[in-house]
Each structure stands twice: as C-alpha cells, then as structure tokens.
C-alpha cells in the first residue's frame, strides 16, 4: 500500500475526542469495511451486555456478583442508593483522612509526621497504585511510596532497606479484600516485625483496605489500626484502581484522584455511545478480534514512548489477561481464550526487542502509546532544530514505518499529555474494551477460576511442606532421600516436590536442614540438626 493510500486511510479511521485529549489511529490493522460490517450485530450485543452489567446486573455467576467498578466514578450511576451513599462517603473519608496526614493531624504513633506510605498487596492491590505512583509522581509529594507487592523475603528487605530510619514515619497500607491473601498477610507480618524490630508498634501506623468483616478487618478493629477503607464484592482487584485501593495510595502520594476519576468518568461516558466508530473502547475491542480472530492468534505488544508510562503494560497484562484467558465459554464449551499481552517503554526496549518484531516471527500486533506533550517547560535543542523529545518521537514513528514495511500490524493511542486526568482516561478506556471483547466471544470477563486452581495447588505444597518439615524434625540426626521421606509422610506420587521442598529448606539456614550430597543431587539425603523448625 502506497504512502497516498495510508494516509487516506488514516483520515477515514482517525477516533478523535479533543475533551479526553485522546485518538486512536488504526489505519496500519488489517481490517476492511466488510469486517466492519459484519461485526456489527455482535458490537451492539457488547453495547447491550455492558448496559446490563452497568444496571447492576450478576456479571459474575460463579460468586453471585454484580461487577460496578463504573459506579466508582459516577456513583448516581449505581443501582441503589446503599452502593451509591458507600462510594460518596469513601471517597470523603479518603481525602480526609489523607489531609490530616498531610496536615499533621493524624501522625505515628511516636507522635511524628508521615513521610512514607508502604502500600502492602499483589496484584490488583498493588499493580494500580504502581502505576499511578510511577506515571504521576514527582519530588514535591507530600509522601513518598514504597510497595511489598510480593512474598520474597529478599526483596522485602531490599524496600525497607529503602526506607531504612525512615520507618517510624511510614504509615503502611494493608490491601486485601478477603483478608486472607497469603501474599499480603505474609507482607502484612514481615512489616509488622520490622516494625517491632524498631519498638514500633505497628497498629499505630497500620491501615486496612479490606472487605467489612473479613479477616484483616476483624484484626484492624481488635488491635485498634489508625483506619479502615472498604473494599466491596462487586468491585475485582484488576479494575480497583478507582476504588480506594488505588484513591487512597494516590491521595496519601498527593495526587490529584479528582482529576483522575474525572478522566475515567468522561472517558465511561464516551464509551457509551452505540456508534461503534465513535467509541473509543469499541474500536480497541474490534481491532483486538480483528488481530486475534476473536481467538487469542496473535500476542497484543504494548509500547508506551514515554518514561512515565514503562508500568502501563504490566498494569495491562493483568486486567487483560486474567480477563480474557478463560477455559470456557458462557456455554460451557472449552475455547481456551485469551491475548497475551508483553511489551515495554519505548525507545529503551526497541533496542531489546524490535528486531525480532520486525523480522521475526510474525504472531502479534502493537499498540503504539504517544504522548504529545515533552515535559513541563521548554526542551534545549540537541541538534539543529531536534529536542530530546524530537528524538523520542522519531523513533515511534519511524518503528511503526518499519513495521508496516514488514507486513506487521500496530495501531496508536494517542494522549496530550501525562496528567491524572489522562491517567483516567487510559484506565476507562482499557476496561470497557475489555468487557466489549469478552462480549464479542462470549466469555466471562469478571471471574478468574485458574487464578483460584493456582491459590489451591500452592495451599496443597504449604501442607506438604509442613508434613515433610515435621517428619524430619521428628527423627532428628537420620537422613533421608527425597524418595524415603515422601514415602513416609504418604505423598509417594510426590518425590519431585518433596525433593524442591527439602533443597530449598537446606539453602536457608533456619530451618535447620543439613544437604548431605550425593553424586546425583536427586539421590542427596536430607537431615534435621534440630534447631527449630
């Protein structure tokens, strides 16, 4: 295709919404007219299914669950006024309670003021706030923020390290809508001794961010933590960041969260419209089943030019992945859905990856993230005419070039600029496309059952682990293989997990296993010196 003709092309299929600061070109995919037209019954049965779903409707049948994480944005939008009144008085207890933080009103229980806020949770409890932390934060926040976002040990130290003296003016937020995520009440107990290790106590510098009743609720209230915030069931972790577990670590950050629920709210409301070209997220969502043939074919590559943006794929790979890769679909019938998405900030990562991109492999399409505005104030020129930000956005457009030379498919979002009202408009967008793809091939977005097989598989190793650990300590001094020790503790079938189980414990000193070596390391006995296990 002629240069003449792309342009032509661009014209036609450019989405443009100057109130959202946002287009969308996709004139480099590989759709026709026709496809257009034939798509259409099924985008106006997405339109319908999120109408439903926006009414209050059980999106998730497996749990019995509205799905409303649009009514945190509009709340006289939500279909009572008990949900409407909960999202109104969160929000105004969020910026209270993080003004007399800022104001010194509330301050730790030494009587200092807070400088740091250690946000504690996984996944959707951790990725949104990174990412609003990472896009919007400058030196000048009241309160810097830190993240335990995982259950290793090393990398736990490695954050308090960061913030070394600093603890006691720290105040730690515990995200866990059940209560009993392993992973964040793991970090909630690394904190909490790291704390008492000071002889702080961490109740006085603890706040929950949970579901009423649960777990972390009940331990909030019995140990007298400084706050609670609720989390509700119709609310899931990867579509929270408009929830007070996003709001509140932005807000304690400083950033602007009325300007981002602001972007999400007007970007909700453009992507209500039925006219599917004139939809933003409807758009997104075809061209993903256009690439993909509405079945997963090809991988969705993600490259934001921009600094500020290098957390928008890993952000994206949850609420996109754990969304669209079911198992099954709402028939029941095995499908095994999807899109892997990948990618990372360009230019750095060109260097990585785009020569595979464009010469290899040809199994994915990319979306291309610009962003118009350079930064805050002038740029110097580094050469001739050409800024630093000249040069950022030579290299996006002349990688898109070449990419299309090679028969390779990419479409770009386009934003003015990086602002919390951006930052809204960005998280609105991706989520109704989601919702309208899953639409589109018939699954359910809103529930993660191999996210709960993974939860129970670990569960099962934890049991085994302590079976193992017992029957060790209870014949201290005797050695015994792999084998032998899953025999005696009945797991014969599991050899291989004992023996991971029984290397890593020899590889860390307080369990007290000793490794006697073998000449084949599977062959290698294992024994209790008898330290405390």
Not at 476 to 495: N, R
Request: charged share 25%; net charge neutral; hydrophobic share 40%.
């Amino acid at each position: 295709m002629k240069n003449t003709e792309y342009w032509k092309r661009y014209k036609d299929y450019l989405y443009v919404n100057e109130a959202l600061g946002l287009m969308i070109d996709i004139s480099r995919m590989k759709f026709t007219g026709g496809y257009l037209k034939k798509m259409e019954p099924l985008v106006q049965n997405a339109f319908d299914d999120m109408c439903k779903l926006e009414a209050g409707a059980i999106a998730n049948p497996d749990e019995g669950r509205m799905v409303g994480h649009y009514w945190l944005r509009n709340p006289y939008l939500a279909p009572d006024k008990e949900i409407k009144s909960e999202i109104l008085d969160t929000l105004t207890a969020i910026k209270e309670f993080s003004q007399s933080v800022h104001t010194g009103k509330i301050v730790a229980g030494e009587g200092k003021p807070f400088k740091n806020v250690l946000v504690i949770g996984i996944g959707g409890s951790a990725l949104g706030p990174q990412f609003a932390a990472a896009a919007l934060g400058t030196p000048r926040d009241p309160m810097s923020v830190y993240f335990f976002d995982n259950t290793d040990p090393d990398g736990m130290d490695f954050v308090l390290g960061q913030i070394d003296r600093g603890l006691g003016q720290t105040l730690s937020l515990v995200i866990s809508k059940s209560g009993s995520t392993l992973e964040t009440r793991n970090g909630m107990l690394e904190a909490r001794r790291a704390y008492e290790a000071k002889g702080l106590n961490f109740a006085k510098h603890a706040v929950a961010v949970t579901g009423k009743g649960s777990k972390l609720d009940k331990i909030a209230v019995s140990e007298g933590w400084l706050q609670r915030f609720p989390m509700w069931d119709w609310v899931g972790g990867r579509t929270s960041e408009t929830s007070a577990v996003g709001l509140l670590p932005a807000a304690l950050q400083g950033l602007d969260i009325d300007s981002v629920l602001k972007g999400a709210r007007q970007c909700d409301e453009a992507t209500r419209s039925r006219t599917t070209m004139e939809n933003p997220s409807a758009i997104l969502a075809l061209m993903w089943h256009s690439a993909t043939k509405g079945k997963g074919a090809k991988d969705m590559v993600i490259l934001p030019y921009k600094d500020r943006l290098h957390l928008f794929t890993k952000y994206l790979q949850q609420l996109i992945m754990e969304s669209l890769g079911k198992e099954k679909d709402l028939a029941g019938t095995i499908v095994n859905q999807g899109i892997a998405v990948y990618g990372n900030k360009g230019s750095t990562d060109q260097h990585a990856y785009i020569q595979q991109l464009r010469d290899g492999v040809n199994n994915f399409f990319v979306t291309f993230v610009e962003v118009l505005k350079d930064r805050e104030g002038d740029s110097m020129f580094v050469e001739g005419d050409f800024t630093t930000g000249d040069y950022l956005s030579a290299f996006a457009l002349g990688t898109r070039s070449a990419l299309t030379g090679s028969n390779r498919e990419s479409m770009t979002i386009t934003i003015d600029k990086i602002d919390a009202f951006s930052l809204g408009v960005l998280i609105a967008l991706y989520e109704r496309a989601v919702g309208f793809y899953a639409s589109m091939i018939n699954i359910n977005a809103y529930h993660q059952p191999g996210v709960e097989a993974g939860k129970k598989a670990a569960g099962a190793v934890v049991t085994l682990q302590q079976a193992v650990l017992n029957h060790l300590n209870a014949n201290k001094g005797k050695a015994f293989t792999a084998e032998e020790t899953a025999l005696a503790v009945g797991a014969e079938e599991e050899a291989e997990l004992v023996f991971k189980i029984l290397l890593r414990a020899g590889h860390n000193p307080g369990r007290g296993i000793k490794i006697i070596r073998s000449d084949s390391i599977t062959e290698s006995r294992f024994q209790c010196m008898g330290q405390a296990l």
